[in-house]
């Protein structure tokens, strides 16, 4: 009965320490707005995150173009928003628009704040006007010489999320981001356990380590999975495919490194407790074997040990 208890334990510590990981990470990266924009800061560099800026602003701007076949003019239009997006004041931009869409997710996920039944109902995206406003002085000269008139108003947008999605997910993102300590205390609390009640330790630990390896490795497969395959349905044409895992792979990228190491953790702990144990055994099958022990026999008494005449002198002794 110990041993199904502990081994119980051991597969329940293992299987909370996925969710301890993505729990620490939804609170301390995704809640955080600070955290959130520091990841998406090294994309204002990324050439496909460029790419699809400057596709979304070109297709915004030149969609009553299309219709007269300008081409020439949509090909000079790519060139000016291109201009902007490799500009240096770019990544500034970048990092105010991506701080601008997180303020507007955090009250859909966490349910709280003052939206209206309207924004909660948009999807939520990047709104690229910024950008757009460094070009439209340029964009509207050339434009002015097609059609004869300026553009009218445009909000150039990446949609992200669906905010019927992000609502849907509430319920999940208010528990992780609300018991982001339970789950970790659990894993170790259930592995420590498990470990102390096993009969052998060693092998407990070992199997332990082997778990949390697996149970990463898990993650990781769930990870890849969600990229691979449904991340590429989800966005559909709102943005290519390229840029959208590259933008996955930011998001996720502590998440990644976490259970990496934690997978490493779990292979170490193993091999050092199946090493130590096979050591042991091998140590203890090389001992030598202790003397056989038999009846003590007696040392004969000394010739002197007797007074004269006290005793029978023992023969030899003179």
């Not at 995150?49 to 400057?54: G, L, P, S």
């Not at 439209?136 to 097609?146: C, F, I, Y």
Request: proline letters at 7%; charged letters at 20%.
């Amino acid at each position: 009965m110990r041993v199904v208890i502990s081994v119980i334990l051991i597969v329940l510590g293992c299987a909370f320490a996925p969710l301890a990981l993505a729990g620490s990470w939804v609170a301390d990266e995704i809640s955080d707005t600070d955290s959130y924009v520091e990841n998406m800061a090294p994309l204002a560099a990324d050439p496909d995150i460029r790419d699809a800026v400057v596709d979304c602003i070109t297709a915004k701007i030149t969609k009553p173009l299309r219709r007269q076949a300008l081409s020439p003019t949509e090909n000079l239009i790519n060139t000016l928003v291109r201009r902007v997006v490799a500009s240096d004041d770019f990544p500034a931009i970048w990092n105010d628009v991506n701080r601008t869409v997180h303020r507007r997710l955090l009250p859909i996920l966490s349910g709280e704040g003052d939206l209206d039944r309207s924004a909660q109902a948009a999807d939520l995206g990047l709104d690229l006007t910024p950008v757009y406003d460094r070009t439209r002085d340029s964009v509207d000269d050339l434009v002015r010489q097609e059609l004869g008139g300026n553009l009218p108003v445009l909000r150039p947008t990446i949609d992200l999320f669906s905010s019927a999605d992000l609502v849907r997910a509430r319920t999940v993102y208010t528990w992780m981001v609300r018991t982001q300590w339970v789950p970790p205390i659990l894993s170790l609390t259930f592995l420590g356990t498990g470990v102390y009640l096993a009969r052998d330790r060693k092998k407990a630990l070992t199997g332990a380590g082997l778990g949390l390896a697996a149970s990463m490795l898990a993650l990781a497969v769930a990870l890849a999975v969600v990229r691979n395959v449904y991340l590429p349905d989800y966005v559909g044409g709102a943005m290519a495919v390229k840029a959208a895992t590259t933008v996955f792979d930011a998001l996720t990228g502590s998440l990644r490194a976490g259970l990496r190491l934690l997978f490493v953790t779990g292979l170490l702990v193993a091999g050092v407790a199946y090493l130590t144990s096979d050591w042991e055994r091998v140590l203890s099958g090389h001992q030598p074997a202790a003397p056989a022990k038999g009846p003590r026999r007696s040392r004969p008494a000394p010739c002197d040990a007797h007074p004269t005449g006290s005793a029978p002198r023992r023969p030899g002794c003179r």
